[in-house]
């Protein structure tokens, strides 16, 4: 393990044991506060620190790892709730009830080992220590009033590259985001008698300010009352714990690096060559991509050829009205979901049924306003790229799936082809991964996989392609690359990946991969290419593993 991975390893694990330590002294707190109901009706107030104190529990124990811990004080949360809203049976008696729960506490909490090894997602975080590059460090503050959460968070976010500043007051965080504001926030919802405190908090800054921060909510609390508290104050993002660090971050790296989403594609067909520019204009001064058809007899090769993420089409055309060329579109399997908007002054509410019922999915009568034209159309086309994203990625990596890569491998040779360059093509493949399985659990096999997937993007080209083609076997497309600078560039890679130390309980392990490349220089259709780069990856598997081969590079013949 590096030097920064085993500080990290280390660090998380006295965070562990400390906070493991003083859990007698918060379940003193909680027995307290149920002294606090008395005997006959308990106060509002009384109910509430009990409820908070079951809540802050819940949350911290199960950042921790300590999963049957939280489990009991959600438990006892739900019931506190239950009594502090008065819907709890008369029957009942939630009173000894509470006490089981209290003392089933106290019995996981003896139960505890403080020398156990914590898992909290430490394969991800010393992944990531040790495939960090340096980058210019973005300022993240966080909110968190619990001290053990706040701690281990920020040793987590900082692990991913950020410069991490923490907050366990209100106003403390309040006076430091007025006196120099951060790149982003993370703040907790919930405070002590403060059920939305970290969103009142955020309105109060944005009105002191008169500008909004990003900022990303976490909470035990997944009800939608919840988060539209969070979004009306403009959250970025809201997580529920015990938060996914990966995926908190990821979401860091996608607000701080503000990169401009790739421009919606729309398809405009319409007979009249004034309303498709007019409608055309419209759309592109919102930022979208165009392609206009005035021959509906001609919207296939278009189709086909622009791949649009949305059609709009007149119903009433020369030739094929918009219904029929619907229909004919919806076909086609490729194209059975892609969203459809009718652009007519047809008023029969029987003929928009019918544009309906055979595959629009909006009708929208002419004239129409640019400000709905624009919003009706980018919901359409936002949840249409969302769909395709499904289809073409892998659900756990984000990586591209095995037939998108393979597509956009033949884009990319017939764009190499076009520009007379050459792409690499290169295959990968985890080493004894069936073994890492069978010894340490397939939890953290998927922990392997991912931290593979995320080092592959980090030291990759924004210009590569990555993609998953099935199991423990990814895919590298690198346009306009030598086959030198290809091997050069994955032997980096191998070697970092084969440095990352992988916790696992009380052991650890390192994980190695084997890689097989291949140029168009020498192969000169996307099946040859394909073949050799699977080619040399069998020869890396069988001259020992861990290592890159390839047609003119690290290849013995």
């Known amino acids: 393990m590096g030097v920064k991975a085993s500080l990290i390893a280390t660090k998380l694990k006295k965070l562990r044991e400390g906070f493991i330590r003083q859990l007698p002294s918060q379940l003193d707190v909680l027995k307290e506060a149920y002294a606090a109901l008395g005997k006959g009706n308990p106060t509002k107030e009384a109910l509430e620190e009990l409820h908070r104190c079951f809540h802050t529990l819940r949350g911290s124990s199960a950042n921790f790892g300590l999963n049957a811990l939280s489990a009991v004080a959600s438990e006892g949360e739900h019931l506190t709730k239950k009594v502090r809203k008065g819907e709890v049976d008369p029957e009942i008696a939630w009173r000894p009830m509470l006490e089981e729960h209290i003392a089933q506490l106290e019995r996981e909490v003896a139960d505890i080992n403080p020398s156990q090894s914590m898992d909290l997602q430490v394969m991800e975080i ?170 509906p007899l001609l919207a296939l090769p278009l189709l086909f050829e622009f791949e649009p993420d949305l059609i709009l089409m007149d119903m009433h055309m020369p030739g094929c009205n918009g219904m029929e060329l619907a229909k004919a579109i919806r076909q086609i399997d490729a194209y059975f979901s892609i969203p459809i908007i009718f652009l007519s002054s047809e008023t029969d509410t029987d003929v928009q049924f019918d544009a309906r019922r055979i595959g629009g999915d909006e009708f929208l009568n002419k004239p129409i306003k640019p400000d709905h034209l624009i919003s009706t159309v980018t919901v359409l086309a936002e949840r249409m790229k969302i769909i395709r994203s499904y289809m073409v990625r892998d659900s756990m990596t984000g990586l591209f799936n095995h037939t998108a890569t393979k597509e956009r491998l033949d884009l990319a040779i017939e764009m190499a082809l076009r520009r007379e360059e050459t792409v690499c093509f290169a295959m990968i493949d985890l080493d004894h991964f069936k073994d ?96 050799a780069a699977d080619e040399a990856l069998y020869l890396a598997k069988r001259e020992g593993r861990n290592r890159v081969v390839g047609v003119g590079y690290g290849d013995p013949n």
């Open 126 to 295: 010393v992944a990531a220590a040790e495939t960090y590059n340096e980058k210019e460090c973005k300022l993240v503050y966080l909110c968190e009033d619990d001290s053990f959460q706040r701690l281990n968070l920020a040793t987590q976010i900082g692990c991913f590259g950020f410069e991490v500043v923490s907050f366990g007051e209100l106003e403390q965080f309040r006076n430091a985001v007025l006196s120099g504001p951060p790149d982003v926030i993370v703040m907790d919802l919930v405070y002590p008698n403060q059920p939305t405190g970290g969103a009142d908090i955020i309105r109060k800054i944005r009105a002191e300010l008169k500008r909004e921060i990003p900022t990303i909510f976490i909470s035990s609390l997944s009800d939608l009352s919840s988060r539209l508290e969070a979004i009306r104050v403009g959250s970025s993002a809201y997580f529920v714990k015990p938060v996914n660090v990966t995926s908190l971050c990821a979401t860091l790296n996608h607000i701080i690096a503000g990169e401009a989403p790739e421009p919606y594609r729309i398809m405009i067909v319409d007979d009249d060559p004034y309303l498709s520019k007019m409608f055309a204009t419209i759309l592109e001064g919102a930022g979208m991509e165009t392609r206009s058809l005035n021959n």
């Open 436 to 531: 890492i399985n069978d010894k340490y659990g397939h939890q953290a096999g998927d922990r392997v996989l991912m931290a593979l997937a995320r080092l592959l993007r980090q030291r990759l080209r924004n210009s590569d392609v990555v993609g998953r083609s099935g199991g423990e076997e990814f895919a590298v497309i690198l346009p306009a690359c030598s086959i030198q600078d290809a091997g050069s560039l994955l032997e980096q890679i191998l070697e970092s990946f084969a440095a990352i130390n992988f916790p696992a309980g009380d052991d650890s392990f390192n994980s190695t991969f084997s890689c097989g490349v291949a140029s168009l220089d020498n192969y000169d259709t996307a099946e040859k290419l394909y073949k």
